[in-house]
């Protein structure tokens, strides 16, 4: 019987994700990512065949995790109060999970899609079928629970979080504590008034 790994997939993807988070995409090699956990090139290779693989598995790791928390949050309280809560729910998953927003704000396109094999392809494409599906399903609901129109809605419980972690991370800072309060008070009066 063989000796455990000494280093899994996600050991690999999360200092990918540190790597781009401090240094830009393009900083995400086989060679640093490797360096990064301390791990042989052949460890990482053995895992993933090329730096396409590797960036794929980043981006639909982050891109899932992400959704998947998301629409559990929301989906516990469908209500107005339930959306302030889930927007402010985004500013702390931003904070607590610097390295993550980073990625997720940089957008699939900085992770050179077009180079990934059509496996990944297609579960970028089910990824995004199954966002699009949950977030109008979600909306749907939220708009006959509250009462407030699709754009009230997707203000307070997308466009708002966004737009304030968005400032954050352009700048390369971790989004600041204050931040959250600020966005629960904009939600409440989006969906107040």
Known sequence: MGRPPAHTPDDFIDA???LHATSGPRSVT???VAAEVGARSGSLYHRFPDRPSLLAATWLRTEHRFQRAFLARIDADPTAAGIV????WTVDWC???HGEAVVLHAGVRAFDPHTWSDEARARRREHAATRTAETTRVVRALCASTGRSREEVLLALLDLPIA???RHLNDGAVVPAGTTALVR?????????
């Open 95 to 97: 904070r607590e999970h």
């Open 185 to 193: 008070r904009a939600c409440g009066l989006v969906l107040s008034g």
């Open 85 to 88: 809560d889930t927007a402010a």
């Open 30 to 32: 086989m060679t640093a």
């Open 16 to 18: 990918a994700i540190r």
């Open 164 to 166: 304030v972690v968005s």
